[in-house]
């Protein structure tokens, strides 16, 4: 079965440009999150959805950040204008909704900001 | 105080050994926890739920002690193949939201 799927994999970009990262969820999943990861910060939760819908955004940095899904099966993270500090890994996770169901994360996004 | 903690380690320990990681929560109505396993440049991964009366899976042994509010992981017959950071991961009390402890860095020596 396929599991979590993100692309790019790798990105490296200038100061200034629009950064769109991407996932594809787990078939048959319908809770999403995105994360971001630094070595000062760790594992952060940024946003997530329930069938399709955001329900909690608190995590996301700035307005400078924005997350849609517009069908079950897709979710982007867009980051406009990028700056350095907001290199990172970024994942996407999918889970069944509810209390102890465990989340799978996607290989991440290795961003990169020049 | 963070919502939850560990011990970042790193935890040096020669194969065949025995180690435990804690790892503490500070809300008391949390009700789901994990511990995943995070390879260096790689994706976390679920290693094994922890259930209110503890549980098993080959070497490794998880346990909830709601009381004292933490949860702790041991691996017995420690492989090479152990050496990763693990994550203790727990459940925020009325939502889906997973709170990420910022990991135990273990290291199996030869």
């Known amino acids: 079965d396929a599991g979590v799927i993100q692309s790019p994999r790798h990105e490296v970009t200038e100061m200034g440009q629009e950064v769109t990262l991407r996932c594809k969820p787990i078939?048959?999943?319908?809770?999403l999150f995105w994360y971001r990861q630094t070595m000062m910060r760790g594992l952060e939760l940024l946003i997530y959805?329930?069938?399709?819908?955001?329900?909690?955004d608190s995590g996301m940095p700035e307005d400078r950040f924005s997350a849609k899904m517009p069908n079950a099966s897709f979710s982007t993270l867009k980051i406009q204008p990028s700056e350095p500090r907001d290199s990172a890994v970024y994942f996407c996770?999918?889970?069944?909704?509810?209390?102890?169901?465990?989340?799978?994360f996607g290989d991440g996004t290795r961003l990169s900001i020049l | 105080r963070k919502e939850v903690e560990q011990d970042p380690g790193p935890f040096n320990v020669p194969e065949g050994a025995t180690v435990a990681f804690n790892c503490t929560y500070s809300?008391?109505?949390?009700?789901?926890f994990f511990w995943y396993r995070q390879d260096c440049r790689k994706e976390p991964k679920l290693l094994m739920s922890?259930?209110?009366s503890g549980n098993e899976d080959g070497r490794f042994t998880a346990q909830l002690n709601r009381a004292s509010q933490y949860i702790s992981l041991l691996i017995r017959d420690s492989k090479l193949s152990d050496s990763a950071t693990y994550l203790c991961?727990?459940?925020?009390?009325?939502?889906?939201?997973?709170?990420f402890g910022t990991g135990t860095r273990l290291k199996v020596l030869a």
């Open positions: 809300n008391s109505a949390s009700q789901s």
């Open positions: 959805f329930n069938n399709n819908v955001p329900i909690d």
């Open positions: 991961v727990v459940g925020a009390s009325g939502t889906y939201k997973y709170i």
């Open positions: 922890v259930y209110s």
């Open positions: 078939s048959g999943h319908n809770s």
């Open positions: 996770a999918s889970s069944l909704m509810g209390l102890n169901q465990p989340q799978h």
